[in-house]
C-alpha cells in the first residue's frame, strides 16, 4: 500500500529556517524522499508536485492525502549545523556527517548541500607508454 508521511522537522543552522522530509512510496514500489520549506509544503499544489516530479505513486497525488500529511506532525526533529568545528560552549564538536560529544540540540552535521566534495587532483599524472 502506497505511504505519505512527514517523517522529519528540520531546522537548518546555517539559515535559521526548517524544512520538512516526506517519505513515500514511487510507482515503482520503490521509497523516495522530498524535501521542502513549510510554507511550500502547506500549499498542496505545491507538495502535490514535487512529488510527481520524484514519480510518487498515483494514488498519493489527490488533495486530501497530501493534506493530510502536511498537516501531520513528524515522527523526529533534528538540526543541521552552519559549520563543522566546536559549537558554541566548546562541548560539541560538528563534522560533515556526525557530532562529537554533547548534543543537546539534536544536531546531525552539515546538510548535504554544505558538505563540500573532494577536489580534483590537477598533479601531473605521468607518461603512458604507448
Known amino acids: 500500500m502506497p505511504v505519505l508521511k512527514k517523517t522529519a522537522l528540520i531546522e537548518d543552522l546555517s539559515d535559521g529556517q526548517f524544512?520538512?522530509?516526506?517519505?513515500?512510496?514511487?510507482?515503482?514500489?520503490?521509497?523516495?524522499?522530498?524535501?521542502?520549506?513549510?510554507?511550500?509544503?502547506?500549499?498542496?499544489?505545491?507538495l502535490r508536485d514535487q512529488l510527481r516530479n520524484r514519480n510518487a505513486h498515483p494514488s498519493?497525488?489527490?488533495?486530501?492525502?497530501?493534506?493530510?500529511?502536511?498537516?501531520?506532525?513528524?515522527?523526529?526533529?533534528?538540526?543541521?549545523?552552519?559549520?563543522?568545528?566546536?559549537?558554541?560552549?566548546?562541548?560539541?564538536?560538528?563534522?560533515?556527517?556526525?557530532?562529537?560529544?554533547?548534543?543537546?540540540k539534536n544536531i546531525c552535521g552539515l546538510h548535504r548541500t554544505q558538505v563540500p566534495t573532494r577536489a580534483k587532483q590537477t598533479g601531473h599524472r605521468g607518461h603512458r607508454l604507448r
Open 19 to 46: 524544512f520538512q522530509r516526506y517519505a513515500f512510496t514511487r510507482e515503482d514500489k520503490g521509497e523516495g524522499t522530498v524535501e521542502l520549506r513549510p510554507a511550500e509544503a502547506d500549499k498542496w499544489r505545491s
Open 60 to 104: 498519493l497525488l489527490s488533495k486530501s492525502t497530501v493534506e493530510a500529511a502536511a498537516a501531520s506532525a513528524p515522527e523526529t526533529r533534528f538540526t543541521y549545523a552552519a559549520a563543522t568545528g566546536w559549537r558554541p560552549g566548546l562541548k560539541t564538536f560538528v563534522l560533515a556527517d556526525r557530532v562529537i560529544g554533547a548534543n543537546t
